[in-house]
């Protein structure tokens, strides 16, 4: 069970454990890590973290948690908390409340404000970019081409190319998020490099290349069940959603969200192996006949492979060609029943 339900961020590190960041508010407030059977907790019990709502969590290249908290940008290592400065006459210093915090490709850490802007963090050193709308930003995200992403409550959805150094602006007209000083968001990239937005009880996804969007709102029994709303989310290796909600609701797991292609319930039919994998994807079958195609399947259900299996090696098929990321193995019978399997590929 969780130690407390009043819930304010998450984010999963490499070895597949739980980071859960809570709110001020409680007696449990503090910082929960669970590793798929036992929590570990961090509080003013047993270390010096700050009597402050942990808003944001993100792990750079060298695993190093970095926490967004009010007043203050944190990290977190070996047990010890380090606090980067704030509210100081010193240049080297954060002016307002900390909202988000992501990493780029250069493992720099980026992070949004209330009412200060964005700020990069870099060999010790913050960049300010005052010279944006420096209104309160509270989502953040970092694409695989190293764009920003942010949420204004003003101007909705903002994204900033590092490359060219231009802004865009999609206002309130072009999207279907919500603006307001009381409406929270917070933004994730998927591995096809689509945005994903929850706000309150919705979650919109936003696809840059063809600047479309779809809403997805949680089935109506769990809707009815919440008191708040979404507050942070994240995906993990196996492309399903870890979502922290407020006002006690605790973390919703939802799986096969981001794809129209699901593992069938017939799914123990397909082995993988190995799982992940980054050349030769090998896999083997139980009670499934006269199979006459072999697909890969990315997690927007386009077909990126397709085999008939009369002219490639059956039970093999090389994906070192494909980015890293979450997919599908489909396999077609001579009936046209489809069966699929979801797989990771890595580096």
Request: charged share 20%; no cysteine; hydrophobic share 35%.
């Amino acid at each position: 069970d969780l130690p407390q339900n009043n819930l304010y961020s998450v984010d999963i590190d490499k070895e597949d454990n739980i980071w859960i960041g809570y709110s001020s508010i409680g007696s449990s407030r503090g910082l929960a890590i669970f590793n798929g059977q036992n929590w570990k907790i961090y509080n003013k019990n047993n270390s010096t973290y700050s009597l402050s709502t942990i808003r944001d969590i993100i792990f750079d290249k060298n695993e190093t948690p970095w926490f967004a908290v009010d007043n203050f940008l944190w990290t977190f290592q070996n047990g010890d908390w380090t606090q980067i400065k704030h509210n100081s006459e010193e240049e080297n210093s954060v002016y307002a409340n900390v909202r988000e915090v992501e990493v780029d490709k250069n493992n720099d850490i980026w992070f949004s404000t209330s009412y200060d802007g964005v700020l990069k963090y870099s060999n010790g050193k913050l960049n300010r970019y005052s010279h944006i709308n420096p209104y309160s930003y509270d989502g953040l995200a970092i694409d695989s081409n190293n764009n920003i992403w942010l949420v204004n409550i003003q101007e909705s959805l903002m994204s900033y190319d590092t490359n060219t150094k231009q802004w865009k602006v999609r206002d309130t007209n072009e999207t279907p998020i919500s603006s307001g000083f009381n409406i929270e968001h917070t933004i994730i990239v998927d591995r096809i490099n689509t945005l994903w937005i929850a706000e309150r009880k919705s979650v919109h996804n936003f696809n840059p290349a063809t600047e479309e969007w779809i809403t997805y709102s949680p089935p109506q029994k769990l809707l009815d069940s919440m008191q708040g709303g979404f507050r942070d989310m994240k995906i993990d290796a196996n492309g399903d959603f870890w979502l922290i909600t407020y006002s006690y609701d605790g973390v919703y797991k939802l799986s096969d969200v981001i794809t129209e292609i699901k593992d069938e319930p017939y799914i123990n039919t397909i082995s993988i192996y190995p799982n992940p994998t980054s050349t030769l994807l090998t896999y083997e079958t139980n009670n499934i006949t006269s199979i006459i195609q072999q697909s890969i399947v990315d997690l927007s259900g386009k077909v990126l492979i397709k085999d008939n299996m009369d002219k490639v090696m059956r039970n093999s098929i090389d994906v070192s060609k494909l980015q890293s990321g979450v997919y599908f193995l489909q396999l077609t019978d001579m009936k046209g029943v489809k069966y699929s399997k979801k797989f990771v590929i890595e580096d």
